[in-house]
Each structure stands twice: as C-alpha cells, then as structure tokens.
C-alpha cells in the first residue's frame, strides 16, 4: 500500500516538473493555504502567550498595590475596602474576588473584601498553594486550573508586618476574554477559508487564462492562415477577370455578332466589373483589418483633394442629373494626411450621395474652426432612418431599402471609408431625416503652420 502511495507521488510530482501550469495549480491549492494556515497558528498562539503574559503582569500589579497599602495603612479598614472594590471595578473583565485574608486558630477567614458581606468569613486556601508555601523570594503564588469549562486563576500573595501575616487572594474568570478570543480565531479561520477559496478560483481562473491563451493563439494563426488564403483568391480572381473584361470589349466592338449577342456581351462585362470591384473591397478590407496599410503623410491644403473629387465625379452626378457643388473659399485650411486615403473616402462618400439621390443636388462644405477641420457631404435624398443609420457603417450593410431596389454595392463602401477615416486619425458621423436628405461629417485636426 505505501510503496503504491509512493509511486503515485512520485508520478504525480513527475507530471508537474513537466507541466508548469499543475505545478502552479498545486503551489496555489496547497502550498500557500498550509503556509497560511501555520503562519494564523503560529500568530494566535504567539497572540496567547502575550495576552496571558500580560495577564500575569496585570495580576502580579494589583496584588503589589494591596500589599503596599496593607503595609503602611494595615489598620485603615475602609480604605482598603475601598481599594480593593474599585480595583475589581476596574478589571471587572477577568478579575472575580479580591480579598485579604488573616490566619486564625481553625483557618484562614476573610478581613477585607471588594464584598464586605464576606468579611469574618471563613476562606480555604488552595492546598497547592500551601504546599509550594512561601518565602522572602517568593511571596506571589498562582494557581491556574479549569473549573466547568472556564479558564480560572487563583492568586495568592504575603504580605508580613510588625503585626501579623496577611494574605491576598484574588480570583479570575477569563470566560469573556476567552470568547473573545475565540471570535478573534473564528474570524481568522473564517478569513483564511476565504483566502483559500480565492486562492483556488485563482488557480481556476490561470487555468482558463493558459487555455484562452493558447486558444487565441491557436486562432489567431487560423485567422492568418484564412486571411492569406483569401488575399490570394482574391488576387487570382483579378487576372481571369481582367481577360474578361478585355475579351467582353472586343465582342462588344466586333461586327458579326448580332444586337441581341452583343446585349448579352454587355451584361457579361457589366458582370465581370462588378466582380472586379468586389475583389478589390475585400482586398481593402484585408489590407485595413491586418494593419499592413502605411501612411505616408505630407502636408497639403485639404480644399485641393476635395476640388480634384468633386471635379472628377461632377460627370457621374451630370449623367443622373445631379448637381454637384463645392465652394472653396479663400482661406488655405492645412491637413497632414496621406492624401491618396483620404481621396478614397471623399470618392466613397459622394458616390454613395450620388447613388442614392434620385434629384436635386450633392453638396461639399469644408470649415476649419480653430483646430478642427469639418468637411460636410450634404445630399437631398430619401434619407436615412434612425434604425439604419445605428448599421451604416457595418460590413456587408446596405441601408435604406437597398437590398429591394436595382443599385449595385458589396455593401462594405462605408465600412471601408471609416476605417480610412479612423486611421488618418479623424471620425465619421451622420445626421439623416427621412425624405430630406443626408449629411456625412468628417472631423479632422488640422495643422499648425507655426
């Protein structure tokens, strides 16, 4: 039986030098509660010692002061009542009796007390107590038993004059300072089970730390594995796509096919476009998502990026019929930013106005008020709802009745541009009323010149 002891033990100690997460465990379940569990012993029972030191102490001062009375004023009977009652008044925790004792012809009786009533009386002495006697050494005797489950001292002590011996017995109940004691200890274990219920969610909760860990670690390659995975796809898809495209072209311009032929070239190529886009949003994403897109930053007047977008797209709105507006001003307002990024999402933004405004007129506004640069892209169409807008700038979200009507979108154009947006160190926000319009606002610092 113990040699299969042994072997467990020593099985279950290999287990932990291989695996330092069980050695952890054990350290936390087991080795800090027993170091707190000796170190609270070992402090009560220091705790104890001193408290019944002192006790002593205490004890040993009160008989001094009686005897020292008795010896200069060993006839003045009422002020050494007196003395011995507040003296039990004062102590009135442990100290049960105090009272002065004289030897007569058959025992000891009582000559003064704390309880006068019990004067005359007469009073045994504890037979140890006579037996150890006394001497010019050792005049101070103490008796200390258990009487009924309290914890009890007899105190004795001589005191000779010119005139006689007298003899000062005290008695002691320690039952309301024990249970104080006892509650003292109660709390201590009670505060060490709480430690050591800690001390094992602990060890649970590092537990599941390693495993999340090792998890996310398991995870995060999968994610990179996946990400690589669809960068690649998604850089395949672009060259058969591209013939396509090209291929589409040349039917559309060859004369030998026929009007309905060509009609069908037309959705093919219009198809493959589509698909292109797509491919590059997904690219976008990837690159934004991995952190792999750099900045390159200069300083540059912003109203020049937003006259070269709005002149670019002033076609597009034209061809819906659409008026496109931007008023400079007069006044330079300095950004640092990459200005391809931020082309981006100025593109995004005033395509997504055009698309979804069937009449009147797109407008641009960029205001600099102290440091912050606003640029406002203000759109008369059919709005966007309090519900919808909460999803606007989700992945794959297409917002006010999109999904039912004949306009074309991967659904991350938004996504895309707030991202941008938040990594040219800027915001993106929008302020909609249905069968109004839109206004999306971008917010920038801008930069000092000084």
């Given at each position: 039986m113990i040699s299969k002891l042994l072997l467990a033990l020593e099985k279950g100690i290999t287990v932990m030098r291989s695996n330092s997460r069980m050695l952890l465990v054990a350290i936390l379940v087991f080795v800090f509660p027993l170091l707190f569990t000796w170190l609270t012993h070992s402090f009560l029972a220091t705790a104890?010692?001193?408290i019944e030191t002192v006790d002593g102490k205490r004890l040993g001062a009160i008989h001094k002061a009686v005897s020292t009375v008795i010896s200069y004023n060993e006839t003045q009977s009422d002020f050494i009542n007196n003395l011995l009652r507040d003296l039990v008044a004062d102590n009135k925790q442990d100290l049960v009796t105090l009272r002065v004792l004289v030897e007569g012809e058959d025992g000891f009786e009582?000559?003064?007390?704390?309880?006068?009533?019990?004067?005359?009386a007469k009073q045994p002495i504890n037979q140890h107590v006579l037996n150890a006697g006394f001497t010019e050494e050792r005049d101070f005797n103490r008796f200390a038993f258990t009487f009924q489950g309290q914890r009890i001292w007899h105190g004795y002590?001589?005191?000779?004059?010119?005139?006689?011996?007298?003899?000062i017995f005290s008695e002691q109940n320690f039952?309301?300072?024990?249970?104080?004691?006892?509650?003292?200890?109660m709390q201590a274990y009670y505060g060490l089970t709480a430690i050591f219920v800690f001390l094992i969610a602990l060890a649970y909760w590092l537990n599941k730390q390693v495993d999340w860990h090792r998890k996310y670690v398991t995870l995060s390659a999968q994610l990179k594995e996946r990400d690589l995975?669809?960068?690649?796809?998604?850089?395949?898809?672009?060259?058969?796509?591209?013939a396509i495209k090209g291929y589409a072209s040349f039917l559309q311009d060859a004369k030998e096919i026929s009007d309905e032929e060509k009609r069908y070239v037309s959705i093919i190529r219009s198809q493959a476009e589509r698909l292109v886009l797509l491919v590059n949003d997904f690219l976008e994403v990837a690159r934004l998502q991995s952190g792999k897109m750099k900045l390159q930053n200069e300083t540059i007047d912003i109203r020049e990026i937003?006259?070269?977008?709005?002149?670019?797209?002033?076609i597009t709105a034209k061809e819906k019929g659409l008026e496109l507006k931007y008023n400079p001003g007069a006044v330079k307002i300095f950004i640092e930013t990459d200005k391809n990024r931020l082309t981006q999402a100025l593109i995004n933004i005033i395509n997504n106005a055009i698309k979804y405004t069937e009449k009147g007129q797109i407008e641009v506004s960029c205001t600099q008020k102290n440091d912050e640069i606003k640029i406002r892209v203000m759109d008369t169409g059919a709005g966007i709802s309090a519900e919808d807008q909460k999803k606007l700038f989700a992945p794959f979200e297409r917002v006010g009745g999109a999904e039912d009507s004949e306009k074309t979108g991967t659904g991350l154009g938004m996504y895309i541009t707030k991202k941008l947006v938040v990594l040219l160190e800027g915001s993106?926000?929008?302020?909609?009323i249905e069968g109004v319009g839109s206004h999306v606002v971008l917010n920038f610092k801008a930069k000092s010149l000084r």
């Open positions: 104890t010692t001193n009582v000559l003064y007390a704390d309880d006068t009533s019990v004067i005359g002590t001589k005191v000779s004059t010119l005139k006689r011996d007298y003899y039952t309301v300072i024990d249970g104080i004691m006892s509650n003292r200890q995975f669809s960068n690649m796809i998604a850089h395949e898809f672009r060259a058969p796509l591209t937003i006259i070269a977008v709005t002149e670019d797209l002033k993106i926000s929008v302020e909609s």
